[in-house]
Structures are given as structure tokens and as C-alpha cells.
């Protein structure tokens, strides 16, 4: 077993805060203007991929032996994640839209996910399950 290169990590779970960060930083004065706020999907599996990536490399090895494979395959889905979550933001605001403009539903309000960013997230989500299963 080859010791865990924890600055390797660190780079990853930085740059997960920092779109945390971002997410938080724009909602906030969206609630303070009475808008409503939300958390996007892509921002939840971010939230999700850091939990997990925090348990995988800082926890669990504290605790029991991590096997290598897993800790191999958990650092790169984890930046498969981070690779898609522009992209899946770029589809939530609508920005390869025809019209340029967001996807907005019947009670003339921003839709929560839009179907470009439910697909890219689809899509990302497999890529990730793949590389981490095979």
C-alpha cells in the first residue's frame, strides 16, 4: 500500500470550495432582494464529491486501509466532477441557448434545471460512474 499524496488532494478540494464559495456568494444577495435562491444540481454533487473525497482521503484511512484502486479512481472522478460542474453550469444558465436567453417555465420563473444541464449532468455522472467502476 503506497502512502496517500495528500497534495495531490488538497489542489481538488480548493477548487471545490471555490465553486462552493462562488454558489453562495451569488445566492446571497439574490435572497437579500427578496429573488428566490437555490442550490443547482451541479452544485449538490459538488458538495457531495467533496464530502466524499474528504471521507476517501482524510477519514477513512485514519480509520481502516484504503485500498489504492479506490483511492486512484475516487481522485479522478472526483476531477471528472469538477470538469463537468462548468458545463453543467453553462447549460443551467442557458448559455448555448439559439436565443441566448434562460429557460424560463410556466409561472414565468427561472426553470431549477433546465433539460441541456439534466442532460450534462447525465452525462457526466456516467463518464464518472464508468472511470470509477472499470
Known amino acids: 500500500m503506497s502512502q496517500i499524496n495528500l497534495s495531490n488532494v488538497f489542489p481538488l478540494l480548493a477548487i471545490q470550495i471555490v465553486f462552493l464559495g462562488w454558489r453562495i456568494n451569488r445566492e446571497i444577495p439574490l435572497g437579500d432582494n427578496g429573488r428566490r435562491v437555490w442550490f443547482p444540481i451541479y452544485d449538490i454533487i459538488n458538495l457531495l464529491a467533496m464530502i466524499l473525497i474528504v471521507m476517501i482521503y482524510i477519514i477513512l484511512p485514519n480509520i481502516i486501509t484504503v485500498n489504492d ?19 453543467n453550469a453553462i447549460m443551467h444558465y442557458g448559455l448555448f441557448n439559439k436565443s441566448g436567453k434562460r429557460n424560463i ?6 426553470s431549477y434545471c433546465p433539460l441541456a444541464e439534466a442532460i450534462s449532468t447525465i452525462i457526466g455522472i456516467i463518464i464518472t460512474s464508468f472511470v470509477f467502476l472499470v
Open 69 to 87: 484502486k479506490i483511492l486512484k479512481r475516487s481522485f479522478s472522478c472526483g476531477f471528472l466532477l469538477l470538469v463537468f460542474h462548468p458545463i
Open 105 to 110: 417555465n410556466q409561472n414565468s420563473d427561472y
